[in-house]
């Protein structure tokens, strides 16, 4: 029985294209599971069109809640809260972080530290495949956490179904979640673009994925932006051991394909659509 590839598509940017690759490879491949790892800003789901089957809350921290009736207003709360989350003795779940000061310091015991709803996880089905994302609730943290649980989900399904293919795609950026999204794979695909800034944060988001000691593949998107970077980007990625698999170029076919919310891949003769095939068969080839 042949063992689930697990390959996560990470930037060090956002921007550059690494949901629209995600999607396109996920097009592309038979008999996988995908996972939205990006849960502070979530969007595969507009591309691949999963019918939700279930959604779970999800719990990453707790909050302070003042019980009036027992409070006498003594103000110690309100003078130590460093979030300056309490005002006029009502916490403003918003500002609070839950670290617990209030609770352990309030002489009556009015005030409760309770497990509090900060997003959802949920399932969905498309063309035979699973989809598993999250949306972590505005301003909320934990997003590591979140990112965590989704992919825990994924894999279970990955395993009991025997899927070949298991598609992460990840957050941008080189934070807690992007460590999350990293924990288990078997290939990292940083999608980068030529330009100053993309150059910088690969160099980042390269030096990050290699602590996971994975294969780290690179994709160039808009590569004939500026020839120059481009080139740039091919010797950092050579001189860090990174295969620079993929050269996509600026291409209108990819924002027709968006804006009728669709892979790239429906627009087959494209030369984007062209390139990523090109990209695929790279990384089956790297599993044969």
Not at 157 to 183: K, M, Q
Request: glycine share 8%; aromatic share 6%; charged share 20%.
């Amino acid at each position: 029985m042949n063992k689930t590839k697990q390959i996560v598509i990470i930037s060090g940017k956002g921007g550059t294209g690494k949901t629209t690759l995600a999607a396109a490879l996920t097009d592309l491949a038979e008999n996988q599971v995908v996972a939205d790892c990006d849960v502070d800003a979530a969007d595969l789901h507009i591309l691949l069109k999963p019918e939700i089957i279930s959604k779970t809350p999800y719990s990453g921290g707790k909050k302070a809640f003042i019980h009036q009736d027992l409070c006498t207003k003594c103000g110690l709360c309100e003078a130590y809260c460093r979030f300056n989350a309490i005002n006029d003795f009502q916490v403003d779940t918003i500002a609070c972080e839950g670290c617990g000061l209030c609770f352990r310091l309030c002489p009556e015991q009015a005030i409760d530290f309770e497990n509090a709803s900060t997003g959802i996880y949920q399932e969905g089905i498309f063309d035979h495949s699973h989809f598993f994302g999250a949306r972590l609730q505005p301003g909320e943290g934990s997003s590591g956490k979140l990112v965590s649980q989704v992919k825990s989900q994924a894999q279970k399904e990955a395993e009991s179904s025997h899927r070949d293919w298991y598609f992460v795609d990840g957050p941008p950026g080189i934070g807690c979640p992007v460590n999350s999204s990293l924990t288990g794979a078997d290939l990292a695909i940083v999608v980068t673009e030529p330009t100053v800034s993309g150059l910088h944060d690969l160099q980042r988001v390269i030096l990050l994925a290699g602590r996971f000691k994975i294969p780290i593949m690179v994709v160039i998107n808009k590569c004939d932006i500026n020839s120059e970077i481009a080139r740039e980007i091919e010797q950092h990625a050579t001189h860090n051991n990174c295969q620079v698999i993929g050269h996509i170029p600026f291409d209108e076919a990819v924002v027709q394909a968006l804006m009728q919310e669709q892979t790239v891949i429906h627009y087959s003769n494209s030369a984007a659509a062209q390139e990523i095939k090109s990209i695929w068969n790279q990384i089956m080839h790297m599993f044969d």
